[in-house]
């Protein structure tokens, strides 16, 4: 039976996600703003949340409906069969987001949709059930845009960012699924030598290995339709054991990172080492304005210091355009990728970029910069625009 979904992911990554979800045998995808809906059975939510390694969640639809008054949503709540697909023993917590809602108080409908659901319990079994917003059994979503109103069940749980793989972070680090996204929007794949040379506590690297050696990103983790009462354990045992089977040996694999500080190198390690990734990554400490490529092609891609959370903004000055003479004189032939929320970053650091990526960091507008490094000058290359979201492959 054919269900109705939508994947939410960081803004900017929604048409690498869209190919990743018809890579997991997703129907009827359509990207929007924030993520994408897709059609599928329960196999196919269940890959999607196991090995979708960009989207946020999972979330299924259960309701849509047009809607002038709180009254209207928690008539449409209610009468859902809430208690055909879970037991009133698991907690819940009621999210809700809204675009151009007329409605005065969105606390207020966010309350009147949990007590639809609880009334609604009460009603069936004479019992409802508790609500934890830390860490309930069950999470309902709902959007409202001016005249409609759509419910979700999160399938997920906790979000699918949360991979249980890093045991530390640094000061700023980016989430994982954005790590895995612009690996995506870089084209890399396995076999291409990549370098990440101010690696922090090395998200972009952990990917990046669990990638080469074709691990699930949600291999160690638990999901919340594991509590659905329509929960297949068989066929999610048998996605499960495919998955496995379908792992590379854990050798090393091309990939290289460095950074400034030990300490980043230290987080990188335990992480490696936590996720039994440790073979596949070469790491040293060194200063990125005075490193050499490790290859002679290649993707480089990082997230540098940009004077948001972490950096100087003088300092930050005067690194970006040595950056740049780096990159230029010593990774000719490479793809450089830097993620930024500092237009002084692409203003100073002296290179032409020949793609910039909008993309979201949290609530953070930062531009993922492609830079092309040939020897000599760094003019322009045409570009079928300036504004673009998916690269290919280098061959």
Same mark, same amino acid.
């Given at each position: 039976?054919?269900?109705?979904?939508?994947?939410?992911?960081?803004?900017?990554?929604?048409?690498?996600?869209?190919?990743?979800?018809?890579?997991?045998?997703?129907?009827?995808?359509?990207?929007?703003?924030?993520?994408?809906?897709?059609?599928?059975?329960?196999?196919?939510?269940?890959?999607?949340?196991?090995?979708?390694?960009?989207?946020?969640?999972?979330?299924?639809?259960?309701?849509?409906?047009?809607?002038?008054?709180?009254?209207?949503?928690?008539?449409?709540?209610?009468?859902?069969?809430?208690?055909?697909?879970?037991?009133?023993?698991?907690?819940?917590?009621?999210?809700?987001?809204?675009?151009?809602?007329?409605?005065?108080?969105?606390?207020?409908?966010?309350? +009147?949709?949990?007590?639809?659901?609880?009334?609604?319990? &009460?009603?069936?079994?004479?019992?409802?059930?508790?609500?934890?917003?830390?860490?309930?059994?069950?999470?309902?979503?709902?959007?409202?845009?001016?005249?409609?109103?759509?419910?979700?069940?999160?399938?997920?749980?906790?979000a699918l960012f949360k991979r249980g793989l890093r045991?530390?972070?640094?000061?700023?680090?980016?989430?994982?699924?954005?790590?895995?996204?612009?690996?995506?929007?870089?084209?890399?794949?396995?076999?291409?030598?990549?370098?990440?040379?101010?690696?922090?506590?090395?998200?972009?690297?952990?990917?990046?290995?669990?990638?080469?050696?074709?691990?699930?990103?949600?291999?160690? &983790?638990?999901?919340?339709?594991?509590?659905?009462?329509?929960?297949?354990?068989?066929?999610?045992k048998k996605l499960k054991q495919t998955a496995t089977?379908?792992?590379?040996?854990?050798?090393?694999?091309?990939?290289?990172?460095?950074?400034?500080?030990?300490?980043?190198?230290?987080?990188? +390690?335990?992480?490696?080492?936590?996720?039994?990734?440790?073979?596949?990554?070469?790491?040293?400490?060194?200063?990125?304005?005075?490193?050499?490529?490790?290859?002679?092609?290649?993707?480089?891609?990082?997230?540098?210091?940009?004077?948001?959370?972490?950096?100087?903004?003088?300092?930050?000055?005067?690194?970006?355009?040595?950056?740049?003479?780096?990159?230029?004189?010593?990774?000719?032939?490479? &793809?450089?990728?830097?993620?930024?929320?500092?237009?002084?970053?692409?203003?100073?650091?002296?290179?032409?970029?020949?793609?910039?990526?909008?993309?979201?960091?949290?609530?953070?507008?930062?531009?993922?910069?492609?830079? +092309?490094?040939?020897?000599?000058?760094?003019?322009?290359?045409?570009?079928?625009?300036?504004?673009?979201?998916?690269?290919?492959?280098?061959?």
């Amino acid at each position: 039976m054919t269900e109705r979904f939508f994947a939410p992911c960081p803004r900017g990554l929604e048409t690498v996600l869209a190919a990743e979800l018809e890579r997991l045998d997703a129907t009827s995808i359509q990207a929007s703003p924030g993520g994408v809906g897709f059609h599928g059975n329960w196999q196919t939510c269940y890959r999607a949340n196991l090995e979708s390694r960009i989207a946020s969640r999972i979330l299924w639809q259960i309701a849509k409906d047009q809607y002038r008054s709180e009254a209207d949503i928690y008539d449409l709540t209610h009468s859902l069969p809430w208690q055909d697909w879970f037991e009133p023993r698991l907690s819940i917590k009621v999210n809700l987001a809204a675009i151009k809602c007329p409605l005065r108080s969105l606390d207020f409908v966010t309350l +009147r949709i949990k007590d639809a659901v609880c009334d609604k319990f &009460r009603a069936i079994h004479g019992k409802r059930p508790d609500i934890d917003t830390v860490a309930p059994d069950m999470r309902i979503h709902g959007f409202l845009n001016a005249q409609e109103f759509t419910l979700y069940l999160d399938t997920s749980g906790e979000a699918l960012f949360k991979r249980g793989l890093r045991q530390t972070q640094g000061e700023a680090p980016l989430r994982e699924n954005l790590a895995a996204g612009i690996l995506a929007l870089t084209g890399w794949q396995p076999g291409t030598p990549l370098l990440d040379p101010m690696c922090g506590s090395g998200t972009l690297l952990l990917e990046a290995a669990q990638i080469a050696c074709r691990i699930a990103p949600g291999s160690g &983790r638990q999901f919340a339709f594991e509590q659905l009462k329509l929960f297949d354990a068989r066929s999610w045992k048998k996605l499960k054991q495919t998955a496995t089977e379908r792992q590379h040996e854990r050798t090393f694999q091309s990939i290289y990172g460095s950074d400034l500080y030990g300490s980043a190198l230290a987080h990188t +390690r335990n992480n490696l080492a936590a996720a039994g990734l440790a073979e596949c990554v070469t790491l040293k400490q060194a200063n990125v304005l005075e490193i050499s490529a490790p290859a002679e092609t290649g993707i480089l891609v990082s997230n540098p210091p940009y004077g948001v959370r972490i950096g100087d903004h003088q300092m930050l000055a005067e690194f970006y355009p040595r950056l740049g003479d780096v990159l230029k004189q010593r990774f000719s032939g490479w &793809r450089a990728f830097l993620l930024t929320a500092d237009p002084l970053l692409a203003k100073s650091i002296r290179l032409t970029p020949s793609r910039r990526t909008p993309l979201f960091n949290g609530a953070l507008e930062c531009r993922l910069l492609e830079y +092309r490094l040939v020897a000599g000058s760094m003019r322009r290359e045409k570009q079928p625009s300036s504004e673009s979201s998916t690269n290919q492959p280098i061959t």
